[in-house]
């Protein structure tokens, strides 16, 4: 008797939070890299916190079921209802007697059980809240790590942009590097702020690299950050790395400099903001000459004309 509600705690801990955190990290390791997914890693999250709260609850109210529901040594069941009632050897006022003073001293038992149910339900539910967010922000963080020098950018997204972490107002690559996750991972947090640039995510770039993050050390994809913000077309991250004397003379993979690679971009891969940062590339003193003229390119000609081109 006295295992029982041991036992009941452990099944109601292994089914509503140890299986179904097994189960999503079984699904996270199961999923393919390169698969397309705009959601980085697993999210275990509220519902395993829940169940925390709940399993607690439920283990307190047993537990404080076997602790204190007893009536002269016995736990309070159905049965011993029946024999207070029926079969005990007394008057019928003395068994209705005893049967009230049974049930007040159930009511007084129950507020204790509940209040035992709701502090373990707190302390379970915390705990619970705490080791899945730090088994979570694990999982992610070593999955937005491989990302990073696979030059993931675009499923990585969701990692820069507020309201996805714990604290749900910062960039959660913001909290993981003032928790000190990018200690030993001075490449991955290269690569971060040329994934911010790529994504024109500036105030996280700003962030990075106030924190003297080198924008253009992340080049694993074969581009620096200047260059990506360049080719994306990401105009407020180019004036940001502008104001932050980014050089812009580094080659590419490909050869080309900052301006060589927004002239590209903008003949091949044009996007709105082109045109005018090329002209603020050459306005910041970017070198023209390292640029093949004329382009073939009409717009992009008249721009680099206007600023020396022959």
Known sequence: MQLIPFVLILLIFYFSIY??????????????????????????GSSAWLGGVVSGALGGMIVGYFLFARINGEYVTPELYLSILFTE????????????GAFETIRQNSLITIGIGAFV?????????????????????????????RGDFSRLEPLFDTGLGPAGNRPRIVEW???????????????????????GRTSVADY?????????????????AFHWAANRGQL???????????????????????????VWA?????????????????????????????????????????????
Do not use: W
């Open 177 to 199: 590097f003032e928790r000190g996750f990018f200690s030993d991972e001075p490449k991955a947090l290269a690569e971060a702020l040329t994934c911010a640039c790529f994504l």
């Open 266 to 310: 903008a003949i091949n891969e044009p996007r709105p903001d082109h045109l005018q940062i090329i002209k603020e590339l050459l306005n910041a003193g970017a070198r023209r000459e390292n640029v093949d003229y004329p382009t073939g390119h009409e717009q992009v000609d008249a721009v680099l004309q206007r600023h020396g081109a022959s």
């Open 208 to 224: 990075l690299l106030t924190q003297g993050v080198d924008s253009a050390a992340g080049v694993a994809t074969g581009l620096d």
């Open 236 to 262: 407020e991250t180019v004036r940001l790395l502008i104001r932050r004397k980014a050089p812009l003379e580094t080659r590419s993979m490909h050869g080309g400099t900052v301006l060589g690679t927004a």
């Open 19 to 44: 299986r179904p955190m097994r189960m999503r990290q079984k699904q996270s390791a199961e999923r393919q890299p390169g698969t397309g997914s705009r959601e980085p890693a697993v999210h275990v």
């Open 121 to 149: 339900g707190l302390l379970g539910g915390l705990a619970v809240r705490s080791k899945t967010l730090a088994g979570e922000d694990d999982a992610v963080f070593r999955d937005a790590l491989r990302g990073l020098q």
């Open 89 to 100: 050897p007394r008057g019928l006022v003395m068994r209705l007697g005893s049967f009230v």
